[in-house]
């Protein structure tokens, strides 16, 4: 496998993870919601679910370097 395919390959995994995560997350948000819950509760789970998802990319995510 050729480098440039390795690494955009990886760069592919790490969004697509990031992309099914953040689907879940509107998933969320719409059952919470539909279920008229208040909104200040759902915040600190918003806030660690970006910042996961923040910190994974940035962790995984590999620079165009070939």
Known sequence: ??????QNLVSFAV???AAIVLVFTGIMFFHYFKAECPFWAIIP??????????SF??????????
């Open 57 to 66: 990319v940035k962790k995984y995510y590999q620079k165009l370097d070939y």
């Open 45 to 54: 789970s918003a806030a660690a679910i970006v910042y996961g998802v923040i």
């Open 15 to 17: 969004m697509a993870t």
């Open 1 to 6: 496998m050729q480098p440039w395919n390795k």
